[in-house]
């Protein structure tokens, strides 16, 4: 199995998309506006108590206030306490951790009220996006995640992996680790540590303890809260530090800056690989030329087609998501109904395994699927099903079939669902359900040109319009392209969008920003 990665940068938002075998498997994209805050280290306030709960809202910058839970405090919570109480003390220099006084260990069964106040400060970080009308979920047990360790501050223990089976390696890790990390830190040593040289553990740990100190840096001279004191990677290293693997052929990124971001963590992790990142120069955009675009159109949605006719429905609740596999017009097998509904039920793991992290689905998943009478062909369809997930970096939970047929899976969630939509809103009546004559569409498009050429003195552009236009105007010796060409100058390029519908375009300028055409612009 060989796996892409193709990373698409705009001014309005960054996508990311991750292939196997040329098939799209994770797909994520947000506003270049939005932050993607897992991760994200705080100096909030207490803002209010819940005994009830044994927990109590947070402060820190958000629509909503933060919970945490008095289990999420963490067992070193008192030595944070003491440590965040000296440092907020206003005294020159940060007191050293390693000769910090490790305190005893918060009990398990206490309550939120023994151990905060309302208006205290605590140092929190981000474990779940804020989701619906929820608010983010915070942990005071801070880590600073790495490509191959993990720091925790006030710990002493070193964890190693539990997917590294050899205990020789393991030993070695354990040694190597406990012989270079600082007093007072403990590590967790990630699967992809195994067999790596001592002088790239030994880089990251302090490019790790680097983190902490630079953060402990900002909490000292923070002035007003909450303050945002530490922010996780960007959305495009973050998700390469999870998912890099060696099986990686390339990594395409369509904008300047990123590419440099991206192969400059690339040379950090694993010098031998950093000519698998590319700068993509195509003209087509970067997810047309790839077959990304038509991949995402026909995998999102309310219903997605899998095989031969059958088709998953996929709805969306506050609680839960909820799946009904349906068999559609497909021919029947000539075994029989039960030999039918097997193949398409394994049919429907295969798809909804691919659905689980393509659109990064989590907490309750019920999957209906189309019942069957024996018992094996039931046991087929779990372990096909469990087998299919292997390949699920999320934490999950699988339950055989229920006597009604039903599998329930419990999926780790710490972000919203992605969701893609699909359907087209016309671009031109705006939804009110008429339109100029599509004979005139290219009439229009060249009194936009006329109007950058002419009057507003932007000569080199590019035009991007669906497919089916682009064929249109490119068509004949002397097409409409060229006669746009020789009448407003060379500058003029038109490129085929699948991203657009059918009389939708856009304009963009020579730095790639989109120059707004929508509306005619009078100029006097």
């Known amino acids: 199995m060989t796996s892409e990665v193709f990373i698409s940068a705009t001014p309005k938002k960054i996508s990311i998309a991750l292939t196997e075998d040329k098939r799209l498997m994770e797909f994520q994209e947000e506003a270049q506006t939005a932050s993607f805050s897992v991760g994200n280290i705080y100096l909030a306030k207490v803002h209010k108590l819940m005994p009830g709960l044994n927990a109590c809202f947070v402060s820190a910058g958000y629509e909503r206030d933060a919970f945490l839970h008095y289990l999420d405090l963490g067992p070193q919570f008192l030595s944070y306490k003491k440590y965040l109480k000296q440092v907020r003390s206003g005294r020159k220099g940060l007191p050293s951790i390693s000769k910090a006084h490790i305190e005893e260990e918060l009990g398990k069964e206490g309550s939120i009220q023994d151990t905060l106040q309302q208006g205290q400060e605590v140092l929190v970080q981000v474990t779940k996006e804020p989701i619906s ?91 007003e809260l909450p303050t945002l004191v530490y922010e996780e990677t960007s959305r495009t290293v973050g998700m390469l530090r999870d998912l890099f693997n060696p099986s990686y052929e390339n990594i395409y990124v369509d904008n300047e800056s990123i590419f440099h971001e991206v192969k400059d963590y690339v040379t950090l992790i694993a010098p031998e690989r950093s000519n698998i990142v590319k700068l993509y120069h195509g003209k087509l955009p970067l997810f047309d030329n790839f077959d990304i675009t038509r ?164 000569s080199n552009f590019t035009l991007h319009v669906h497919p089916y236009v682009m064929a249109y105007i490119n068509q004949g010796l002397w097409s409409i392209r060229r006669q746009w060409q020789v009448k407003y100058g060379l500058g003029v390029k038109v490129i085929p969008n699948q991203r657009l519908a059918f009389l939708q375009y856009e304009f963009y300028d020579r730095k790639g920003e989109e120059i707004d055409m929508k509306e005619e612009i009078e100029i006097k």
């Not at 195994?194 to 923070?222: F, S």
């Not at 006329?450 to 507003?456: A, P, T």
């Open 133 to 223: 009308t929820k608010g983010p979920r915070m942990t005071c047990e801070i880590s600073f995640p790495g490509r191959y360790l993990v720091l925790l501050p006030f710990q002493d223990n070193v964890s190693v992996s539990s997917k590294i089976k050899s205990n020789s390696e393991r030993a070695r890790l354990k040694q190597v680790i406990q012989s270079i990390k600082p007093k007072n830190f403990g590590v967790i040593v990630r699967t992809v540590a195994e067999n790596k040289r001592v002088a790239e553990l030994d880089t990251e740990m302090k490019v790790l303890v680097g983190r902490w100190e630079e953060t402990m840096q900002r909490v000292a001279a923070a002035k």
């Open 295 to 458: 991949q995402i159109k026909s995998s999102f949605g309310k219903v997605v087609s899998f095989k031969r006719g059958a088709y998953l429905i996929i709805e969306h609740t506050e609680a839960l998501h909820v799946v009904d596999v349906n068999s559609g017009n497909r021919t029947r097998n000539s075994n029989g109904q039960e030999a039918n509904a097997l193949d398409v039920n394994l049919g429907a793991a295969d798809e909804l395994a691919r659905q689980l992290r393509l659109r990064d689905m989590g907490g309750i998943i019920v999957v209906d699927f189309i019942d069957m009478a024996l018992a094996e062909d039931r046991q087929k369809l779990y372990e096909r099903m469990c087998e299919n997930m292997k390949q699920d970096r999320a934490r999950h939970n699988i339950l055989p079939l229920s006597k009604f047929g039903l599998m329930q899976i419990t999926r780790q969630r710490v972000r919203p669902a992605t969701e893609v939509n699909v359907d087209e809103t016309c671009p031109t009546c705006h939804g009110k359900g008429s339109i100029k004559s599509s004979f005139m569409f290219t009439d229009v498009l060249e009194s936009k040109i006329d109007l950058l050429v002419n009057k507003l003195n932007t």
